[in-house]
Structure formats: C-alpha cells, structure tokens
C-alpha cells in the first residue's frame, strides 16, 4: 500500500526556519516525481515545489531562494527545508506523488505551518 | 497557465447532476488536465487525470471531458458523499503545476 506522513509541522516566527519531513512506503521516491502542495487556511491548493527522479528541482516564484527541496534515499524520505517564513507561508503542507498517469495519485494527510 | 474554475459555489440535492467547469487561460498539453476532491479536514483525492480517465477505485458516476482549454468534471448523480470541493489542475507545462480556485458542491 502506498503511503505518505508528512511530519515537522509547527508554530514558528517570521524569519525563523523549519523542516518538513515525507517518509514513503509502499514505493521507492526517488523513482518518482514527488511535490510538496500547500492550502493556506480556507483557501485553495498551490503547487509550491517538485523534486524529478533525476534529481532536478523546482520551486514557485514565491519560494525560490527560502525553501530547499531534498531526499534521502536510504530513508526513502523526501525534505522540505522552510527559511526566511514569512506569515503568507501559513499553510498545510502536503506532499504528494505524481504516479505513472503524471498527476499527483497519492497524498500524505498533511502538516500544518503557523508562521506567527 | 491560470485554470479558472466555475460556478464558485453549485448548490443541489442529492440524486441530481452536477457539472463542473474548468478553463485554462493557454491550451493544456496533452490535455494534461486533473480533477480532485477535497473534504474538510481531509488531503485531496485524485478523480480524474488526463482529462477523462478515472483514477483507480473512482465511481462511474465521476467523468471528466473537454480538451485545449475548456474541461468538465459531471458527477451524474450525486451520493450524500460526494458534497465536498473540486480542483481541477494542470500538469502539462511542467515544471509548474497550477490549480484552478475550487469548485464548492453543496447540499440544496
């Protein structure tokens, strides 16, 4: 069974620095593509970075040069590194695999970052 | 590419139809275009991916149609548990994915 949890959620201050972890089971992560989505509170979802096989990594505008997105192969887990948060950063987090169809067919339940 | 979904909010009873717009401001490629519900409290749900194929275990009620810019996501009739929010989502223009605003599917 494929499965994702999410962990390293929390409050934290403006400027301050955060890690969110997404260990896999039931599949290996570095064969696929793996994405972090974020939904600040009621509102909708938004893309905020992807990880390739090959290892090749992608950010939305809004993140580029604050958060960094990594793996461990070993642990078959999947990084977010979160610095420089900003209130609008305020979301919860959720990783995600796109599966062989190229849409994102698993989802972990998500962790929630307060920035405050 | 921005996905704008429509109507913001459908309110309908249990039994009817219900279908949901999506529209892409450039063509999708390869119609690269998904549908998710979400209920609260909880992470989405993949629906649909490449504009018409339902993921695994997902009703036949659930079809999705529509190709270059214009999608439709009709549940033929709704369940008491399909009241919930629909995204849409593009994943041809990789490597950025975009959402549409949600689509709201409530009980009349």
Do not use: H
């Amino acid at each position: 069974e494929v499965q994702l949890v999410e962990s390293g959620g929390g409050l934290i201050q403006p400027g301050g620095s955060l890690r969110l972890s997404c260990t896999a089971s039931g599949f290996t992560v570095n064969y696929n593509y793996m994405s972090w989505v974020r939904q600040a509170p009621g509102k909708g979802l938004e893309w905020v970075s992807t990880i390739y096989s090959g290892g090749s990594t992608y950010y939305t505008d809004s993140v580029k040069g604050r958060f960094t997105l990594s793996r461990d192969n070993s642990k078959n887990t999947l990084y977010l590194q979160m610095n420089s948060l900003r209130a609008e950063d305020t979301a919860v987090y959720y990783c995600a695999r796109q599966g062989l169809v190229g849409a994102f067919d698993s989802w972990g339940q998500g962790t929630l970052v307060t920035v405050s | 590419i921005v996905l704008t979904q429509s109507p913001g909010t459908l309110s309908l009873s249990p039994g009817e139809r219900a279908t949901l717009s999506c529209r892409a401001s450039q063509s999708v490629s390869s119609n690269y275009l998904a549908w998710y519900q979400q209920k609260p409290g909880q992470a989405p749900r993949l629906l649909i991916y490449g504009a018409s194929s339902r993921a695994t275990g997902i009703p036949d009620r659930f079809s999705g149609s529509g190709s270059g810019t214009d999608f439709t996501l009709t549940i033929s009739r709704l369940e008491p548990e399909d009241f919930a929010v629909y995204y849409c989502q593009q994943y041809g223009s990789s490597p950025t994915w975009t959402f549409g605003q949600g689509t709201k599917v409530e009980i009349k």
